[in-house]
Structures are given as C-alpha cells and as structure tokens.
C-alpha cells in the first residue's frame, strides 16, 4: 500500500515522543468499547475507586468504523519495563 512506511515512522515517532518520562515500556489495553460513554464512565470509576493512574500513562485510541466494524474506543496504560 503506499504511503504505508510513511506512515509506521511518523507513528514510532510519534510513540517515542509520547511515551512517559521516555522510559522504555508498552501500552496495554485495559477497557475497549464501542460507545463513548462506557469510555467515559469508565474513566469516572478509576477515579472514584481511588485507583491511582498518573493521567500521562492513560492513552485513548478511537478506531473508525466502517460498513463492517464499528466504531471502536480503547484505554490503555503505559507499562514500564522491568529491566529500567
């Protein structure tokens, strides 16, 4: 497809700037969803349970729908690596 190394370099950069305090780690996903509101209530119970989560390690990613999927919303937290 073109355009598509294009696109994986601007999205590692992307990801390096982005990453918390530029330690070495991943993003895991916690919650999926395809209504924005179960995102959104979601979000407001990490907060009332008094689940710590430094809002820099929170990452939302919205992935268009199309005819065949919907939709789709994905919380993620960043994970440091064990070795750093």
């Known amino acids: 497809?073109?355009?598509?190394?294009?696109?994986?370099?601007?999205?590692?950069?992307?990801?390096?700037?982005?990453?918390?305090?530029?330690v070495p780690g991943r993003w895991e996903p916690l919650f999926e969803a395809q209504e924005d509101a179960e995102v959104r209530d979601f979000l407001r119970r990490l907060r009332t349970e008094g689940t710590v989560i430094d809002p820099a390690h929170i990452r939302i990613d919205r992935f268009c729908g199309r005819l065949v999927h919907p939709t789709t919303y994905r919380v993620s937290v960043y994970v440091p690596d064990a070795s750093a």
Not at 7 to 17: I, L, S
């Open 1 to 22: 497809m073109p355009g598509q190394r294009r696109r994986k370099e601007r999205q590692r950069r992307h990801d390096e700037r982005h990453r918390p305090e530029n």
